[in-house]
């Protein structure tokens, strides 16, 4: 099968491109050229590579009508979707996509990466939530998302929603931006880990499924569900850092949750990795940055 990635070489883009890759699609990896991306692209065949612009049909693959399906990837996402540009990239760039398959290849299998966010803040609620739920958006980022799940929902193509849970990108540092975001989640908040290599399966899977035209919540399962703070605590412990005080986060819930992903795990079959086994990847992607961080343990807690 002919497939298209679009935001091939992002941070979920490159497992979501490797997954396709090993399985023995034809895979053509489409992304804006920039180093950071150049730099991801070396790990992929060069003949499989296009670079363009999701918002300039012009730039987009001449092979697009022999595609079989295309996974959309390509997405601003928080801090900086909430800046007035992004909308141009995730709304505009989706809807540009969509009016050239419906235009050129309308049997073509579109899977949309959304997210739970658009369910909004469900921790008042009994867990687990399900994606009957209405949405509920209140930033540029869910509304973006929801409009996107709308254009897709209504276009001819043969359509796939994957909503995706919380999925932590294999990279650990203690930046202000990054504890900004981190104590931006309240500590005792519901969350649900999802293995990005989980999320590659579950995009692979998405494409051959005969199970179309509907929207499926993409989490690790119960196994992977637990609170915002026994996360951060595991994860600081890598460092030999102890956890952050709890009264530094903030206090107001957030639109992480536990979801029931008993349907998406029948259809897509993508649950394979635990939180341990994030661990263990991140160890190893981090290398001698883990030892280095070990050895400024007992400076960095005053900072963090």
Known sequence: MKVLVTGAFGGLGRHVSQELLDAGFDVTFFDIKTKKNEKVA?????????????????????????MDAVIH???????????????????????ALLEKLNAVNPT?????????????????????????HPII?????????????FLVQESNLDWVILRFAEAPHLEFDLRPSYLKQMYSIAWYNR?????????????KNAVTTKYSKEIYLIGGGPACQTTFYDQITQLFAIFNLPP?????????????????????????????HTFEDYIQDLK?????????????????????
């Open 42 to 66: 070396k790990n992929f065949p060069p003949n499989c590579i296009h670079w363009g612009d999701i918002t300039d049909p012009k730039t987009y693959p001449e092979n697009l009508s022999d």
């Open 73 to 95: 990837l390509a997405f601003i996402i928080p801090p900086k979707s909430e800046e007035r540009w992004a909308r141009k990239i995730n709304v505009g760039g989706t809807r």
């Open 108 to 132: 073509c299998r579109f899977v949309f990466s959304s997210s739970v966010a658009v369910m909004g803040v469900t921790q008042h609620l009994q867990p687990p939530i399900t994606s009957d």
């Open 137 to 149: 958006v209140k930033d540029f980022y869910t509304s973006d998302k929801a409009i996107c799940e």
């Open 191 to 203: 969350v649900e880990f999802i293995h990005p290599k989980d999320i590659a399966i579950a995009c």
């Open 244 to 272: 952050p005080k709890k009264e530094k986060f903030n206090q107001n819930p957030v639109w992480l949750d536990w979801y029931d992903t008993s349907r998406s795990q029948k259809v897509l079959q993508f649950q394979r």
């Open 284 to 304: 190893k992607n981090l290398g001698w940055k883990v030892s280095f961080i070990r050895f400024f343990a007992p400076l960095a807690k005053f900072f963090i």
